[in-house]
């Protein structure tokens, strides 16, 4: 497998410093990271995740990630086991071309980089945590750009990135954690009154027309919600803005006909975890990982990637009956 290649470039100006191994107060402020840890973090996570590929096993995963990219990557491995299909693996060409490293006064801990993979045409753009001194790094967040996707510029003070708090709306129309739920509102229902404090961009036109195809189906009634969770990092943007690492749960409900049970085809979600089909009703759970960019001044806020995919579902127990 070939190894990552890490462009830290004039980007990340780093101390060589150690983060203490025995307390959780970091006072004085503390960079995250030295260089060499973020090349041996990556370089690990990249080697257990091919392993996991190479077995079709997301177990290994849990080792290098925790939190709703666990989650995501569990629910995807589901869905590959019961199809023909296979999991992207990392043999392609990828490299990491910017890391924001912050600096903290206590744990957790957590740094961002930018993924290139030229062959799937795609960046992810991650976040590795350390929840305390004798936790390791894990990747929390993934979402994904195309390749063409200008990032706006991380400010920095001291050749650290600087954060923004969920809470803190100095500069911007609103604070990270009231974009993440006038997003998730406008999501739920398009005529929601946040719906003008929102660019209409391309996640929320995909994620409406596969709504409106689920409630296309025949002999079933849909619908759908959408929940934002909890804000916890934030990058400070150049222009005053906000670069936030946004996770939104998402359930997918189909309620079917008296006497009737639904199916799905093999290789879909809805075959994964609701292998017996739906009789009654039955909800599939997803989760998306959203790069919501929070302009400075009065700009809309408008996501520029996103990764997301189903992590469980409830209900829908098989009968006799009609398959649609």
Same mark, same amino acid.
């Given at each position: 497998?070939?190894?990552?290649?890490?462009?830290?470039?004039?980007?990340?100006?780093?101390?060589?410093?150690?983060?203490?191994?025995?307390?959780?107060?970091?006072?004085?402020?503390?960079?995250?990271?030295?260089?060499?840890?973020?090349?041996?973090?990556?370089?690990?996570?990249?080697?257990?995740?091919?392993?996991?590929?190479?077995?079709?096993?997301?177990?290994?995963?849990?080792?290098?990630?925790?939190?709703?990219?666990?989650?995501?990557?569990?629910?995807?491995?589901?869905?590959?086991?019961?199809?023909?299909?296979?999991?992207?693996?990392?043999?392609?060409?990828?490299?990491?071309?910017?890391?924001?490293?912050?600096?903290?006064?206590?744990?957790?801990?957590?740094?961002?980089?930018?993924?290139?993979?030229?062959?799937?045409?795609?960046?992810?753009?991650?976040?590795?945590?350390?929840?305390?001194?004798?936790?390791?790094?894990?990747?929390?967040?993934?979402?994904?750009?195309?390749?063409?996707?200008?990032?706006?510029?991380?400010?920095?003070?001291?050749?650290?990135?600087?954060?923004?708090?969920?809470? /803190?709306?100095?500069?911007?129309?609103?604070?990270?954690?009231?974009?993440?739920?006038?997003?998730?509102?406008?999501?739920?229902?398009?005529?929601?009154?946040?719906?003008?404090?929102?660019?209409? /961009?391309?996640?929320?036109?995909?994620?409406?027309?596969?709504?409106?195809?689920?409630?296309?189906?025949?002999?079933?009634?849909?619908?759908?919600?959408?929940?934002?969770?909890?804000?916890?990092?934030?990058?400070?943007?150049?222009?005053?803005?906000?670069?936030?690492?946004?996770?939104?749960?998402?359930?997918?409900?189909?309620?079917?006909?008296?006497?009737?049970?639904?199916?799905?085809?093999?290789?879909?979600?809805?075959?994964?975890?609701?292998?017996?089909?739906?009789?009654?009703?039955?909800?599939?759970?997803?989760?998306?990982?959203?790069?919501?960019?929070?302009?400075?001044?009065?700009?809309?806020?408008?996501?520029?990637?996103?990764?997301?995919?189903?992590?469980?579902?409830?209900?829908?127990?098989?009968?006799?009956?009609?398959?649609?």
């Amino acid at each position: 497998m070939r190894r990552t290649i890490v462009a830290l470039a004039c980007s990340l100006a780093l101390t060589a410093c150690a983060v203490p191994h025995e307390r959780d107060d970091l006072t004085p402020r503390k960079t995250a990271a030295s260089a060499d840890t973020v090349t041996t973090v990556i370089d690990r996570y990249r080697e257990v995740r091919s392993s996991a590929v190479a077995l079709l096993d997301p177990k290994p995963l849990s080792t290098v990630e925790t939190g709703a990219v666990l989650a995501i990557d569990s629910g995807s491995f589901a869905v590959s086991q019961g199809s023909s299909t296979t999991q992207e693996g990392d043999t392609s060409d990828v490299e990491v071309t910017d890391v924001e490293v912050p600096r903290f006064t206590k744990y957790p801990l957590w740094f961002s980089a930018v993924v290139r993979d030229r062959q799937l045409g795609v960046n992810r753009v991650q976040v590795f945590e350390r929840a305390s001194s004798v936790d390791p790094w894990l990747l929390t967040a993934s979402p994904e750009t195309l390749s063409g996707t200008e990032l706006p510029a991380i400010r920095r003070a001291d050749g650290a990135a600087r954060t923004v708090g969920a809470d /803190d709306g100095v500069g911007m129309a609103m604070s990270p954690q009231e974009a993440a739920d006038a997003y998730a509102a406008v999501l739920a229902d398009p005529g929601a009154e946040q719906s003008a404090e929102i660019a209409d /961009d391309s996640f929320i036109k995909q994620m409406r027309t596969t709504a409106a195809t689920n409630a296309d189906l025949e002999n079933v009634t849909f619908s759908q919600t959408w929940e934002a969770q909890d804000v916890q990092y934030a990058l400070r943007t150049g222009d005053g803005g906000a670069l936030a690492f946004v996770t939104l749960l998402r359930k997918d409900t189909y309620t079917v006909a008296d006497g009737l049970t639904v199916t799905w085809p093999e290789g879909s979600p809805q075959r994964a975890f609701l292998s017996e089909g739906i009789s009654g009703s039955g909800t599939l759970s997803y989760l998306h990982q959203v790069l919501l960019y929070l302009p400075g001044g009065a700009g809309e806020p408008r996501a520029l990637g996103q990764y997301g995919g189903v992590v469980g579902g409830e209900g829908g127990q098989g009968g006799g009956g009609a398959t649609g």
